[in-house]
């Protein structure tokens, strides 16, 4: 993507908690200079900040609703004018909460496209139009969920949303090619929600065809590779101890 004297710079939305945060120390551990995007968790990214420049990292939070289209790409803006360049984009922010079918809403779905579906959109191109301006163009990745390919009960809203997130990464690598990479990591059961019941803990690692839970380093390392591999592009890469093609559990 860039010269190698050149220092990287990365945008993490949604980096401030949970495997955002990971994404964000991988990348920082690997010399990325990071930009952490959060919305109501933006003291948890000054914490972030603070705890990586105790380390020698180069990081800055910047704060943005991202259901709002201006104060997005305002967002990005700020990161690019900050370190004076965009090398890279994770797409990690998202929203996810249980909705059964029968209550289940149309502003329900809205609510979760705003978050998940359009403001990846908007992020992705608008980062990716920089990105493809630079002499070295960049690299996206999107963070989905492997389980819009066998999707369970009292997610629709959600569900509906993610399934967005291949199509959206093969269009946009198509449409940026050959200066800006786009591809999508697509997690499995790597850091559960804490309303889980534990048999729903047990039932989702059960499904794996590995018989345990993930790490958000796996997430972290998976989107890393993205990054780096400057030959790879258009691909949704499943990081879910093999859940997507395990039995049913």
């Known amino acids: 993507m860039s010269d190698t004297k050149q220092v990287m710079v990365a945008l993490v939305t949604g980096g401030a908690v949970r495997v955002g945060a990971s994404i964000v120390r ?49 967002m990005i803006d700020r990161a690019r004018r900050h370190f004076g360049r965009l090398d890279a984009l994770v797409n990690s922010a998202a929203v996810w909460s249980p909705t059964p079918l029968d209550i289940t809403m149309a502003d329900d779905v809205r609510r979760f496209f705003e ?52 199509t959206m990464t093969r269009m946009f690598a198509v449409e940026f090619a050959p200066r800006v990479r786009v591809n999508a990591v697509l997690p499995g059961p790597v850091m559960m ?10 039932r989702a690692i059960a499904g794996t065809l590995l018989e345990r839970a993930g790490r958000p380093e796996n997430v972290s390392s998976a989107v890393a590779f993205l990054l780096e591999n400057d030959f790879v592009t258009g691909v949704c890469l499943p990081v879910d101890g093999g859940r997507t093609i395990g039995e049913t559990a």
């Open 193 to 202: 929600p804490e309303c889980m019941t534990e048999a729903e803990r047990r």
């Open 115 to 166: 978050v998940n579906a359009i403001s990846t959109f908007v992020c992705c191109q608008h980062a990716g139009m920089i990105m493809a301006e630079q002499n070295e163009g960049g690299a996206i990745v999107n963070i989905g969920d492997w389980a819009v390919t066998r999707p369970y009960r009292d997610h629709g809203a959600y569900f509906v949303s993610k399934g967005t997130i291949p």
């Open 26 to 74: 991988e990348l920082a551990a690997r010399g990325y200079r990071v930009a952490i995007h959060a919305n109501t968790s933006l003291d948890r990214a000054q914490a972030l900040v603070e705890e990586l420049a105790q380390a020698g990292h180069e990081t800055v939070a910047f704060g943005a609703d991202l259901r709002n289209e201006d104060a997005t790409r305002a």
